[in-house]
C-alpha cells in the first residue's frame, strides 16, 4: 500500500490514526533520506496513543523510551549507530517483550543485530508530499497494513473534522 501525505499535519494525522491500530510485539521499521518525515509520523503516532509531552529524534541519544501505561513504545534512530555491536549497549534484547512497540529509523546501521521488522515503512519525497510505502511482514504486519487499509477506507476526514490530505496509490 502507498499513501501520499501533502504536509508535515497530514504525515502527522496518518501517524495519529495508524496508532489505534498498533498492537504488541510489534517491530516497524522506517526508512528514508534525511527530512522524508520519519519523526514527524513517529510524532503522530505517539500523539494517537496519547503521549502529550515533547517527542524528539533521538539521533544523538538513539534510543526514546515511551512509557503509555499499558505498553511502551521505544524509538530509535540509529543514523549515528557506528558499529551494530551498540546496539548490546543499549540492552536491545531488554526492549523485546511482549509489552513493547519498536519504531526504528535507519535500521539498515542495525545490521544482524536488529530483529526483523513486523512492518517497513518507506519514506521518500514527491513534489509536494511524502510518499509512504508500507512493507508487511509476516502476520502481524499484514494484519496492521490491512487494518490501516479498512480505517483509511472508513474515515475520509480527521479528527477536527478536516479532509484528510492523504492520497492512496
Not at 533520506?33 to 517527542?55: C, S
Not at 519498536?102 to 526483523?116: F, K, S, T, Y
Request: charged fraction near 25%; aromatic fraction near 6%.
Amino acid at each position: 500500500m502507498m499513501l501520499e501525505p501533502r504536509g508535515e499535519p497530514a504525515q502527522e494525522a496518518l501517524g495519529r490514526q495508524l496508532a489505534g491500530l498498533l498492537r504488541p510485539p510489534l517491530i516497524v521499521y522506517l526508512e528514508g533520506d534525511l527530512g522524508t518525515g520519519k519523526t514527524t509520523l513517529t510524532r503522530g503516532i505517539l500523539r494517537g496513543l496519547g503521549h502529550n509531552g515533547t517527542v524528539r529524534s533521538p539521533t544523538f541519544t538513539l534510543l526514546e523510551p515511551y512509557d503509555l501505561g499499558r505498553w511502551r513504545l521505544f524509538h530509535l534512530d540509529l543514523y549515528r549507530l557506528a558499529d551494530p555491536e551498540e546496539l548490546h549497549y543499549l540492552g536491545l534484547r531488554d526492549l523485546l517483550d511482549q509489552d513493547s512497540v519498536l519504531i526504528v529509523e535507519w535500521p539498515q546501521r542495525g545490521g544482524l543485530a536488529l530483529p526483523p521488522a513486523d512492518l517497513e515503512i518507506r519514506l521518500a519525497y514527491r513534489a509536494d508530499a511524502r510518499v509512504l510505502e508500507f512493507l508487511p511482514h509476516g502476520p502481524a504486519g499484514t494484519a496492521l497494513v490491512a487494518a490501516l487499509a479498512a480505517h483509511l477506507a472508513d474515515a475520509a476526514l480527521d479528527e477536527s473534522g478536516d479532509p484528510l490530505e492523504v492520497s492512496r496509490h
